[in-house]
């Protein structure tokens, strides 16, 4: 009996660490991955965006033509901190996310009329979209690109299903309206570890300058 509880104990023991060591890979693991590839697609862009003509004034017509795990912005928003700012690449399966936040394919890209959706964790990969719900309407999110500075304003947020693909809509949750407005969407999961429900924060443009 007294060699039974022993093994028993051993057991439990082992499967805890083991635990420990998987929940740290998720945590500080996926972290320098993402870090690293951050660091990797910022290069990618200042090394592109070298080319980039002058700007000044008004916002210059502008085509994107990105490939899957491409970068092609920078999203930075003021309310998570004055460091936080990420790339963003093209695509949000697994592969893409675990390295950045992902324009959601065929949504609508950087100042288009219609809904540009961008979708990040909210934990593992450097945790980008950890304090999406705390967003509130007025605050600001900009999205810079090769040739433009375009800023958003926060204007509502809500709570829906995974199945719930009408927020990707060109006018959300009215897929047969004509879009007028030029709009973002943000999404992550909640809650954070289990994801059974998407937090979507929804903004306007309100302001489109060269870069």
Request: overall charge neutral; aromatic content about 10%.
């Amino acid at each position: 009996m007294r060699q039974a509880t022993r093994a028993a104990g051993e057991i439990f023991l082992t499967l805890g660490v083991i635990g420990m060591l998987f929940i740290g890979y998720l945590i500080w693991g996926t972290a320098m991955r993402a870090d690293s590839a951050q660091h990797q697609f910022t290069s990618e862009l200042n090394e592109q965006w070298g080319q980039a003509p002058a700007g000044g004034g008004q916002a210059r017509p502008e085509q994107f033509d990105v490939a899957t795990g491409q970068p092609f912005a920078f999203i930075r928003i003021p309310a998570f901190g004055p460091h936080w700012q990420f790339t963003l690449i093209e695509g949000t399966a697994l592969a893409q996310l675990d390295l950045s936040p992902g324009h959601v394919p065929d949504t609508q890209w950087p100042g288009q009329v219609g809904n540009f959706a961008v979708a990040g964790h909210r934990v593992t990969a450097g945790n980008p979209f950890w304090s999406l719900p705390s967003l509130r309407p007025g605050d600001l999110v900009y999205i810079q690109t090769k040739l433009n500075d375009y800023t958003y304003r926060v204007t509502g947020k809500r709570m829906v299903l995974p199945t719930d693909l009408g927020v990707l809509d060109p006018v959300p949750g009215h897929p047969a309206q004509r879009p007028t407005q030029r709009l973002i969407t943000l999404i992550t999961c909640d809650p954070a570890w289990t994801g059974t429900h998407r937090v979507i924060v929804t903004g306007v443009l309100v302001s489109a300058k060269a870069r």
